[in-house]
């Protein structure tokens, strides 16, 4: 099943409009024509049926037949993740992140960071992409973040858990016991962890800090064993 993207802003009086990239893949790639149909979100957990009515270049008018409104996952995961230094690697978490259900991502410029800027806008295509991928109808907003306390100022409600190597044991089922929560956020440091004084800093604001197993994971790996047992 193939899905498109059109923001709210292009969805009004029962139509629908796919503009950009997303109006390029339906008529150059997926050579998609008036009559046919389709099934696209607006990343507000809308979710639309409807036939195609006129296709343009660079525009894709869809006449909507259905429309689901599709509930806001809960709890509401926040990813808060160091900036992974290879591009690869940090378009690979926030990718898998998107599709293990992350409503926010925010990368931060935490004290051990070796790269402090990333292109945002490619980073927001990535997850968009995932999105689609994965069949969600939640687009995650991806932003930036100069410092943990700036991460846990932004939510301040949300019960928030640290994965850290230091913590003894396995991993531990600490999903079950969030599951009920509105707001969980997960924090994932950078190649060489958080600094002794961010741990800190986050234990002091309340944070569980939790064992991810006895192996050391790769930055990114660790954010999709974070994330994976809250994946519903």
Request: net charge positive.
């Amino acid at each position: 099943m193939n899905i498109y993207y059109a923001p709210p802003t292009q969805i009004r009086s029962g139509q629908a409009e796919l503009k950009g990239q997303e109006a390029v893949h339906a008529s150059k790639v997926m050579r998609i024509r008036p009559g046919e149909g389709l099934t696209l979100v607006d990343g507000r957990g809308g979710r639309y049926q409807g036939k195609v009515r006129d296709v343009a270049k660079n525009r894709v008018l869809v006449d909507i037949e259905d429309h689901k409104q599709i509930p806001e996952p809960r709890p509401q995961l926040i990813l808060g993740m160091g900036i992974i230094k290879k591009r690869d690697r940090l378009e690979f978490a926030v990718e898998k992140a998107v599709e293990l259900g992350a409503r926010h991502i925010l990368l931060i410029r935490s004290e051990r960071c070796i790269k402090k800027n990333v292109r945002l806008d490619r980073l927001e295509s990535i997850a968009l992409s995932a999105m689609k991928q994965s069949l969600r109808s939640w687009l995650p907003e991806v932003s930036m973040v100069h410092s943990l306390k700036e991460t846990i100022n932004q939510f301040p409600k949300a019960r928030i858990l640290m994965a850290h190597e230091e913590v003894s044991g396995g991993a531990s089922n600490y999903a079950a016991a969030y599951n009920k929560e509105d707001q969980v956020l997960l924090l994932v440091g950078p190649e060489g962890g958080f600094t002794p004084k961010e741990v800190e800093y986050v234990a002091d604001a309340g944070a569980e800090l939790i064992s991810l197993g006895h192996h050391r994971l790769r930055a990114e790996t660790a954010v999709t064993a974070v994330m994976s047992p809250f994946l519903k």
